[in-house]
């Protein structure tokens, strides 16, 4: 049976929170505050990835290689230095104006550049933004500073970078800047899963693996997520990392059927599902994986009004735009980027003869809080697409939001 975890929070007092921290932040609302030590994270470009694994070879022959294979290595050292070309505008915007700056990428930033650092801005995509966004957390931080977050799009040609500031502001850093340094934005908050693992099965230390494509070797994440003694102690542990987007449980062989037991808030009914895995999405994440596996296209709308027409034998709906009633259900399904709520969405349940067990669980619905419980063979619990932990037979988490959590960054029009 699951454990049960109670929130006992009220909306007054999650403000009241969330007051007291954006309040305490030496850079933001305190007018006296000025920020002076920005960290660039810099996206791990393709080319650099290439120049980590083959250190000793040099330029040319790196090329060689890369040729040799059939690679692009003119698409890849073009993209290599149109994202540079931002970087270095960045830094210098910032530095002109009185700023010390520190550059680290995915393979050396560090808990001493966070901790030195009054804001984060990094430069790439929505990828870079995550993997900043996972390192500006006050498990790794001092509870009372909250960094904020701010980053450029380094090819919004390619790249929607939803995340990033405004694609205009990647041709004109500068102005960015100015406004950054002048407060002449507004502050938004974005709320974060915080994941929290159950029972006594977790009292081993759990070690994460870092997904991403351009990983050269295990990370050690001790230097940046490191864990106290005592935690090894309790039954009870809070994972280091927060999600930003979804946190996805499920089976790494997507071929393989996914066991898992949900519980939905602090109901009592437990129900065994069978699918093709759980995303669990913030309102951040609602525009991305939740809106790709839950969205209808026009031609699937165009068959349920043929459908109902004739199941209606009725000509009312003549006349509906397909296209207008998907677009409208598509944007209905995201939400707002500080909404304390979690949505969940079952990919591809299993709904014949008993399953699920008991019947009613909808595919897709919002929640407090959501409760798993793992019957898997070898599934893992992925926070934002990056960091995956085990999550096999007998493992459980506890997904929720906590004001304190969320993730602060800007917006400017």
Known sequence: MFQAIHLGRTVAGCSNVLQSIIMSRPFGTNPEAKLRRVLVVSKLTRLEFEKTRDQALSDEKLELKIRGRGSDYDAMKY??????DVEEDVVQSFR?????????????????????????????????????????????????????????????RRSEGRLMLPKYYSTNVNEAVTRILEGNFNWMQRSRIRITLIGNNTTER????????????????????????????????ILPHLALNEVFIGEMLSARVSHLHLRIDNSDVITKTKS??????????????????????????RDLIE?????SNSDALNGIDPE????????????????????????????????PNPK????????????????CIDASLVIDGSIAYNFNDGAQALLEVHPEDALLTIVMN
Request: charged content about 25%; aromatic content about 8%.
């Open 79 to 84: 993209y290599h230095h149109l994202h540079k």
């Open 96 to 156: 002109n104006k009185g700023v010390e700056v520190k550059i680290v990428n995915r393979l050396t930033i560090n808990k001493d550049v966070l901790r030195w650092a009054d804001m984060l801005v990094p430069i790439g995509g929505d990828g870079t933004f995550l993997l900043a966004a996972g390192r500006a957390s006050h498990f790794i931080l001092d509870k009372d500073k909250k960094v904020p977050v701010v980053g450029f799009n380094s090819d919004p």
């Open 206 to 237: 759990p070690m994460p693996i870092d997904l991403h494509e351009y990983n050269v070797s295990p990370v050690d994440h001790e230097d940046i997520f490191p864990f106290e003694e005592s935690e090894y102690k309790s039954s009870n542990r």
């Open 276 to 301: 093709s895995g759980l995303c669990v999405s913030t309102g951040t994440g609602s525009t991305s994986w939740l809106t790709s596996m839950n969205r209808l296209s026009t031609s699937n709308v």
């Open 307 to 311: 459908i109902i027409k004739q199941c």
């Open 324 to 355: 207008m009633v998907s677009d409208e259900y598509n944007r209905n399904l995201v939400f707002l980027t500080d909404d304390p709520r979690l949505c969940y969405s079952i990919r591809e349940q299993i709904c014949v003869g008993v399953w």
């Open 360 to 375: 009613g669980l909808e595919s897709r619905g919002f929640a407090k809080q959501i409760t798993v419980k793992s019957r």
